[in-house]
T-cell receptor
Framework: DAGVIQSPRHEVTEMGQEVTLRCKPISGHNSLFWYRQTMMRGLELLIYFNNNVPIDDSGMPEDRFSAKMPNASFSTLKIQPSEPRDSAVYFC??????????????FGEGSRLTVL | QKEVEQNSGPLSVPEGAIASLNCTYSDRGSQSFFWYRQYSGKSPELIMSIYSNGDKEDGRFTAQLNKASQYVSLLIRDSQPSDSATYLCAAFSAGGTSYGKLTFGQGTILTVHP
């Protein structure tokens, strides 16, 4: 298996532009996670899906952020409009979870976003 | 209070020494605990998981869990320069009728110097 695949690896954009990050989870995993990592705040959970359904989006910073998972093999994280404070590395991770068991999270290589 | 707290570091140890990384958590309902390693510029990768009180050993790594004290630790024996990385502690709380939550600590930077 190729692992979790994220694109783009690097994105530089100007404030106010729309940014779309993409993720393909590992086949057979039922849970998908979007994390944001900065030096100041560490690794923060933004949202996670189980069986394509959003379970917890309490980490989404504000309405400018949205995430979708239209099927088991694809998810997007969108920021519109983007702001400089959104600059971070965004990780997608997938796993097999149940309500009582958390399997290992497999992380993608991350998307490094810079908003000028 | 943060839900998962790690010793702030950075931690520096000489090659061959034991590195001790500590983590406390606030949710008594947490059931599963994980240690991830993250090299600079890379994504986190799992090195240990622990689910019950006591010690769990895997090669040079030993995870220790004390649920009464809400404390998790990771010991790295015979530390090598290649162990230099950020170590992230994570705690999973099952949701019962809803799905659970995995919370990461801020991470501890470990440097092993020759």
């Amino acid at each position: 298996d190729a692992g979790v695949i994220q694109s783009p690896r690097h994105e530089v954009t100007e404030m106010g532009q729309e940014v779309t990050l993409r993720c393909k989870p590992i086949s057979g995993h039922n849970s998908l996670f979007w994390y944001r990592q900065t030096m100041m705040r560490g690794l923060e959970l933004l949202i996670y899906f189980n069986n394509n359904v959003p379970i917890d989006d309490s980490g989404m910073p504000e309405d400018r952020f949205s995430a979708k998972m239209p099927n088991a093999s694809f998810s997007t994280l969108k920021i519109q409009p983007s702001e400089p404070r959104d600059s971070a590395v965004y990780f997608c991770a997938s796993s097999f979870w149940t309500s009582e068991f958390a399997g290992e999270l497999f992380f993608g290589e991350g998307s490094r976003l810079t908003v000028l | 209070q943060k839900e998962v707290e790690q010793n702030s570091g950075p931690l520096s140890v000489p090659e061959g020494a034991i590195a001790s990384l500590n983590c406390t958590y606030s949710d008594r309902g947490s059931q599963s605990f994980f240690w991830y390693r993250q090299y600079s510029g890379k994504s986190p990768e799992l090195i240990m998981s622990i689910y019950s009180n006591g010690d769990k050993e895997d090669g040079r790594f030993t995870a220790q869990l004390n649920k009464a004290s809400q404390y998790v630790s990771l010991l790295i024996r015979d530390s090598q320069p290649s162990d230099s990385a950020t170590y992230l502690c994570a705690a999973f709380s099952a949701g019962g009728t809803s799905y659970g939550k995995l919370t990461f600590g801020q991470g501890t930077i470990l440097t092993v110097h020759p």
